[in-house]
């Protein structure tokens, strides 16, 4: 089947500046080219599939923004392309937004040395630090403690801290801006409402994954539970093409969450999920000498694909046919 043209309003070259989204252009174009190409309704569709996207945010998809992953921009620019050119087989856009405040357990504001200081970004505050000395929270430290110990005892990641980014009412927060004027542009020719799913607010808890906290529970507080009811809005879709960023974290720990919860429920829904591998890039791996293998993200980001390959996702590439 043939791709749609890319829209009037639409410039690959646009993709990494931040601007105001054009909105009345861009409902403006959707009327004429709905009428052009005669697309129908989402609702009318006989195969429902969703495009999943994963923390498209100004953070981590605009340079300069103070955890921008290279090669997000050139990412978002493929995931434009195909957004664009199958928005007539689309039927709904789903879209995670990381959601923070100022005191989070992974941001400088939540540690001090014994100086005083606060860490720097991408320090590692391990639970023995903690027990050490070597990092005191400046806030609810025993159950700061607890969720490093917790955290390790999961084995996927070590507290790091991040920096200042996704900041709840500033501009990183939103979702760039041309992918923004992509998802209004879907919503007004499919005649259907974008899906957005905040996470990530909880301060004593690290929400890499769109569906759960890293950690659930610290010293007997709830801090997170399983978002059933956005896994099972995915899983009502005959398939769900999943992009974003970064593949090494938030990516990766969505997928993680989405095999678990699919063999726990019906291991035949496995096939739904397609990966866009291009769409998609990891965090680089930290300057460590030696650099511990759970810090190598790009590599960790690769090994965790070609697992979820074997489990039965689908990793395909935003050139690729819908026609599966």
């Keep these: 089947m043939a791709l749609l043209p890319m829209p009037r309003f639409h410039d690959d070259a646009r993709v990494s ?52 992953v290279p090669g997000a921009v050139e990412d978002t620019q493929r995931t434009l392309r195909w957004l664009h050119g199958h928005l007539d087989r689309l039927t709904a856009l789903v879209f995670s937004l990381d959601t923070h405040r100022a005191f989070q357990i992974f941001h400088p504001a939540w540690w001090r040395d014994a100086r005083g200081l606060p860490p720097p970004a991408l320090t590692v505050i391990t639970a023995d630090a903690v027990r050490s000395g070597v990092w ?22 070590v507290l790091t801290i991040w920096p200042y980014h996704a900041l709840l009412g500033g501009q990183s927060h939103g979702l760039v801006p041309a992918m923004y004027e992509a998802s209004l542009f879907h919503a007004l020719v499919r005649d259907t409402p974008t899906h957005f799913e905040l996470k990530g607010e909880h301060p004593l808890t690290e929400n890499y994954s769109v569906l759960a906290p890293e950690v659930t529970e610290v010293r007997g507080q709830k801090v997170g539970e399983f978002n059933t009811r956005l896994f099972e809005h995915l899983m009502s879709f005959e398939r769900v093409y999943v992009f974003g960023q970064a593949k090494s974290h938030c990516v990766l720990s969505t997928l993680r969450d989405l095999q678990q919860h699919i063999e726990q429920t019906d291991p035949s829904k496995m096939g739904r999920i397609h990966i866009l591998e291009d769409a998609m890039s990891p965090v680089p791996a930290p300057p460590l000498e030696p650099l511990p293998p759970a810090l190598d993200f790009p590599r960790v980001a690769d090994a965790a694909v070609r697992d979820f390959a074997r489990a039965g996702m689908r990793v395909v590439r935003t050139t690729d046919s819908l026609d599966l």
């Design 17 to 68: 500046q931040l601007y105001l989204e054009r909105a009345a252009e861009v409902a403006e174009e959707a009327r004429r080219y709905a009428a052009e190409h005669r697309i129908r309704p989402a609702r009318e569709d006989a195969v429902r599939i969703a495009a999943f996207g994963i923390d498209a945010q100004v953070a981590f998809c605009t340079p300069g923004a103070s955890l921008f």
């Design 136 to 157: 005191t929270a400046t806030r609810h430290p025993e159950e700061s403690l607890a969720y490093c110990e917790r955290l390790e005892a999961s084995g996927r990641y």
